[in-house]
């Protein structure tokens, strides 16, 4: 074994042997990859090997494109067969509601490039002869799914890799990874140490215990997993003979089942509701190979379903159960990238469906440590998107529940409760007393919407118009004609002080920075010249500003700043829960706050983007004039233990103008009419700024900035798309994000966000054309719930399209 390689890969499944092989490919041939025992002796060995491409994120889907296609290519560079058998597939629906989402889900297919085709019971049974098509309301058919060899697939990861030039070292188990002062790290191991540029924590059921090694507690649980396996049955060698080709995949959502061949029989699989976790604080390193008990009472609900619509498989033997452990994140997609904190360490683990992610997440994953980037947007895989509150237990807790709801339903206002409430305001049981529907994000809670006294605050999940519509519109006209209140301390919040503090933040973002007492609107750009975020940047003082983004996004930025800051010079503090924010926001405004304050707000003395620390009432806070909601606003910081306070002096002072309270679906109303975007859905790393409508805010002669090149190269040659709000002739539905948008009979772009607009009385679509399409005005339809619904663009946002109220 080697002393000295520029990355150590630890873990010898799917996932390890993937980043292997691409890095091998992109000209890192200086790499290891160090297996404890032989490859595939963790999850992938037991595996069903199912593979498809569909999934809820289109960019993760993008990726499980690539995995598929890549086994032709790994197949001829090794000479090894991945014993690939591309059968096609159905998704069945036994509810209307079901049949909502896979129209959905179809949808979002036709401008991902994929051939999915929505088709009836009838034919679902004449594709599938197995089902019973009277329990099944239709189906969609995929030709791009079927099944592998897990243990072929793997290998033929491995010697392409090798016949690149990289090593594997196996029998041979990682036992202690240390971080050297330069950054580079020894990766301890039985048969010696190696020195390495960079680690790859691909440890599958062993990731956590690798993580621990290096100081991380990674959010991943392992779940035991059954599927059995049958004796031969007649049914599928009549199949077989009158096609000549396998009988097809299946998955069933309310039996919550998979189903493929296997030999002369069938596999089920089930995720169960009653799932059981395995080895819940540590994996033993003496796992092997092996298989845990089966439980047919565990599954035995799911199975009677199962036998019910799949009627053959209650007449076949049960040849063999499988029972082994699957790692899983706690909402079920990979944790991929590298670790705030931990120079050149990497992370590919949590990857469950190893076989439909595992080539994207190791083409991804080798992008990223070779250039930099990973080239796509990989946010909903990115380990980023979980901070430090997702403990253990928490981890845990929701990994089962996310384990229990694989097939079912997620509905766009439906919120999880697995380890809620975590963290919370000091407002929280205030909010909850005034009928507040609470949501959580980055494991905060946040008001969603308010319910009317005397109803319960409950959400009626739909993929329509809900109960929620009607009180929605009641907060968005509060704060359209009076003034409403709403809490931000969701938000992300970064102190940045230091003599290097301007030039650091010049640096990492692309707008000029505020003279003191003001406040800009810069977006944030890799070195693509993509956006990786919108902040706002206030000056407190010569020294000091205060920087505000997306909650969710807070260690995804701090990464960010910290791998890009000066070794002197600059303090980056997140202050997290540390600030709590409320915001006021409507025409009074300014009258309510004027009560509170002795400082004169009027627009001369306290223009739009202004920032200063003042007195609210008896709380001391910084109060910053602006509001994502387009109206004439302001935020207001204080400390936690002032919150309250503060809630209490604005609610008494307002009560005669008409305060009120308004949550997080009604700002999504106001900001969609005010044509605002937001990160995460109309500003993501595969958008250039100019194509998100943020050129404005891109200041390229100020000197040199992350992304100036690209960004003034995209300015040069105008983009490939734009960035359009569009009113849609919706009925009980609208957008709500990931549609098609639709012009001459081809699907030429998708929805990033939507909703209805409701102080302008507008169903409202916000999404992206090619450039080319951005100034046409008629023909657009975009695709909702699998109706066309015309869409009309609008050229001026549909609330104070000048401005003036939010300046004024």
Excluded at 54 to 74: C, F, H, M, S, W
Excluded at 305 to 313: D, I, L, T
Aim: aromatic share 10%; hydrophobic share 40%; with cysteine.
């Amino acid at each position: 074994m080697k002393t000295q390689a520029q990355a150590v890969i630890i873990g010898g499944g799917v996932v390890g042997c993937s980043v292997l092989y691409h890095l091998a490919k992109a000209g890192w041939t200086d790499v290891v990859l160090i297996e404890r025992a032989e490859l595939t002796s963790g999850s992938t060995w037991h595996a069903a090997g199912g593979f498809h491409t569909l999934n809820g994120d289109p960019n993760v889907a993008k990726l499980q494109q690539y995995t598929v296609e890549l086994y032709r290519e790994i197949e001829a560079l090794s000479g090894v067969s991945c014993g690939l058998h591309l059968t096609g597939g159905v998704m069945l629906a036994g509810t209307p509601e079901r049949m909502d989402w896979l129209r959905m889900a179809h949808a979002k297919g036709r401008y991902l490039g994929m051939h999915t085709e929505i088709i009836s019971a009838a034919e679902a049974k004449r594709l599938m002869p197995l089902i019973d098509e009277s329990r099944f309301v239709g189906a969609m058919y995929d030709p791009l799914e079927g099944h592998l060899d897990p243990y072929g697939t793997t290998h033929a990861y491995a010697k392409s890799a090798q016949l690149k030039g990289a090593e594997i070292v196996l029998r041979n188990r990682v036992v202690d990874t240390v971080q050297r002062p330069d950054g580079s790290w020894d990766v301890v191991t039985e048969q010696g140490t190696i020195h390495a540029q960079h680690v790859v924590n691909a440890g599958g059921l062993w990731a956590r215990e690798c993580g621990r090694m290096a100081g991380l507690e990674l959010p991943v649980l392992a779940m035991e997993h059954m599927y059995l396996l049958t004796e031969d049955m007649p049914e599928v060698a009549e199949v077989n003979a009158a096609t000549g080709k396998e009988v097809i995949t299946a998955l069933d959502f309310e039996g919550e089942i998979y189903t493929r061949q296997e030999r002369g029989g069938m596999l089920m699989g089930t995720y169960e509701r009653a799932g059981k976790a395995w080895s819940e604080t540590q994996t033993p390193w003496d796992f092997g190979q092996d298989l845990l008990e089966p439980d047919l009472d565990r599954i035995a609900p799911s199975l009677e379903v199962g036998f019910e619509h799949f009627p053959a498989f209650a007449r076949a033997g049960i040849k063999k159960i499988i029972n082994g452990p699957f790692t899983f994140a706690p909402d079920g997609n990979p944790l991929v990238g590298p670790v705030r904190g931990l120079r050149n360490y990497w992370v590919a683990c949590g990857v469950m469906a190893g076989f439909s992610q595992g080539g994207g997440v190791g083409l991804a994953l080798a992008n990223w440590m070779i250039q930099g980037d990973p080239g796509f947007d990989v946010w909903a895989m990115d380990v980023a998107r979980y901070g430090d509150w997702a403990t253990l237990a928490t981890t845990n807790a929701r990994v089962k529940e996310n384990y229990s709801r694989r097939f079912r339903i997620r509905f766009p206002n439906e919120e999880l409760e697995a380890g809620r409430p975590l963290r919370t305001t000091p407002l929280y049981d205030r909010l909850k007393a005034d009928n507040a529907v609470m949501g959580e994000s980055y494991g905060l809670e946040y008001p969603l919407w308010f319910a009317p006294a005397g109803t319960e605050p409950k959400d009626v999940f739909s993929f329509r118009r809900s109960n929620a519509f009607g009180p929605i519109g009641e907060e968005c006209r509060t704060v359209r004609e009076r003034v409403g209140v709403l809490e931000t301390s969701g938000y992300a919040k970064y102190e940045v002080t230091g003599p290097g503090a301007e030039a650091f933040l010049s640096r990492v973002l692309a707008g000029r920075m505020p003279a003191q007492g003001r406040i800009t609107l810069t977006p944030m750009l890799n070195e693509r010249g993509k956006l990786i975020g919108d902040f706002t940047v206030g000056r407190l003082g010569p020294e000091r500003f205060l920087v505000i983004g997306s909650g969710p996004a807070e260690q995804h930025h701090m990464r960010w700043f910290l791998q890009h800051a000066p070794a002197s010079g600059v303090r980056i503090d997140p202050l997290g829960q540390r600030m709590q924010g409320l915001s006021v926001a409507g025409p009074r405004a300014r009258d309510l706050l004027q009560r509170l304050v002795r400082q004169d707000l009027s627009t001369a003395a306290f223009p739009f983007l202004s920032i200063a620390a003042m007195d609210v009432g008896p709380v001391p806070a910084i109060v910053g004039r602006i509001s994502f909601t387009g109206d004439l606003g302001y935020e207001i910081w204080v400390e936690p233990d002032c919150q309250r306070a503060l809630f209490d002096a604005l609610w008494s002072a307002g009560k005669d103008l008409g305060i009120g309270h308004f949550g997080l679906r009604a700002l999504n109303a106001l900001r969609l009419e005010k044509s605002f975007g937001t990160w995460a859905r109309e500003y993501r790393p595969i958008y250039g700024p100019l194509e998100a409508g943020l050129g404005r805010f891109v200041h390229p002669q100020k000197g040199e900035f992350i992304g100036r090149d690209a960004a003034l190269e995209e300015r040069a040659g105008g983009g490939a798309l734009r960035l359009v709000t569009f009113t849609v002739d919706a009925a009980d539905a609208d957008a709500i994000g990931d549609e098609p948008i639709w012009h001459g009979g081809e699907a030429v772009g998708w929805v990033t966000s939507g909703g209805y607009a409701h102080a302008a009385g507008a169903s409202v679509a916000m999404g992206y054309v090619p450039k080319a399409l951005a100034d046409v005005d008629d023909g657009f339809t975009i695709e909702i719930i699998g109706e066309k619904r015309r869409a009309a663009p609008q050229r001026v946002p549909l609330f104070d399209p000048d401005g003036a109220r939010m300046r004024g």
